[in-house]
């Protein structure tokens, strides 16, 4: 079992940043393909950024302003914020699994509960 615990949302200006934290629990970290996703009101479930012992993708709506990372010592996935836009609000969530392709798609095993962003023009 993996538990995920998302933090470091709020609110901020257009223009500013956020670091979102992702702490998982178990031992096994390093195995699991983690990924973010963020949720607007009235919109679907949007899969922004993975990182895997393959690499990191992006998706087109953040790549050049968002950066995925993680520490594995710390059990933790990071997702750097730069230049916030009011439709960045959201919810953001991270995902874990083992399988690549099911984190990107949306079918990850274990989901945080998200945190609450809001970007303010």
């Known amino acids: 079992q993996v538990q995920l615990i998302e933090s470091g949302g709020g609110l901020v200006q257009a223009g500013g940043s956020l670091r979102l934290s992702c702490a998982a629990s178990?031992?096994?970290?390093?195995?699991?393909?983690m990924a973010w996703f963020r949720q607007a009101p009235g919109k679907e479930r949007e899969f922004l950024a993975v990182?895997?012992?393959?690499?990191?993708y992006y998706a087109d709506s953040v790549k050049g302003r968002f950066a995925i990372s993680r520490d594995n010592a710390k059990n933790t996935v990071y997702l750097q914020m730069n230049s916030l836009k009011p439709e960045d609000t959201a919810v953001y969530s991270c995902?874990?699994?083992?399988?690549?392709?099911?984190?990107?798609?949306?079918?990850?095993?274990?989901w945080g509960q998200g945190t609450q962003v809001t970007v303010s023009s």
């Open positions: 995902a874990a699994d083992v399988v690549y392709s099911t984190v990107v798609s949306g079918s990850a095993h274990y």
């Open positions: 178990g031992r096994t970290f390093g195995n699991y393909a």
């Open positions: 990182i895997s012992w393959s690499g990191v």
